[in-house]
Nanobody, 118 residues
Framework: QVQLVESGGGSAQPGGSLRLSCEAS????????MSWYRQTPGQGRDLIAF???????HYSDSVKDRFTISRDNAKNFVYLQMNSLRPEDTAIYFC????????????WGRGTQVTVSS
């Protein structure tokens, strides 16, 4: 059974930092691309950070230069270091795992709330 479990969410002040973690189990972690999405009430989930199986990272413009995604294949974890937080970063953050070969497969975590306010 595949599980993705996010942790590290909570409250922060503008300009502050948080580090999200996502622990994966039940899948060959190193063969999956890992991503972080976020969702605000009434909106869809937006992809904000992606790390491929070879470690290449990509970011949306909204978080580029502030957030850093990384993965630890030995521990089956993906992380999102969030710096210079803004109120508009307030959202539920979801971890996702994707594989495209031999079939397209996607798994989601349940999400963790991040609130940025003064």
């Amino acid at each position: 059974q595949v599980q993705l479990v996010e942790s590290g969410g909570g409250s922060a002040q503008p300009g502050g930092s948080l580090r999200l973690s996502c622990e994966a189990s039940g899948l060959p972690f190193s063969t999956y691309a890992m991503s972080w999405y976020r969702q605000t009430p009434g909106q869809g989930r937006d992809l904000i950070a992606f790390v491929s199986t070879d470690g290449s990272a990509h970011y949306s413009d909204s978080v580029k230069d502030r957030f850093t995604i990384s993965r630890d294949n030995a521990k089956n974890f993906v992380y999102l270091q969030m710096n210079s937080l803004r109120p508009e970063d307030t959202a539920i953050y979801f971890c996702a795992a994707d594989r495209y070969y031999p079939t397209t497969t996607k798994y989601w975590g349940r999400g963790t709330q991040v609130t940025v306010s003064s």
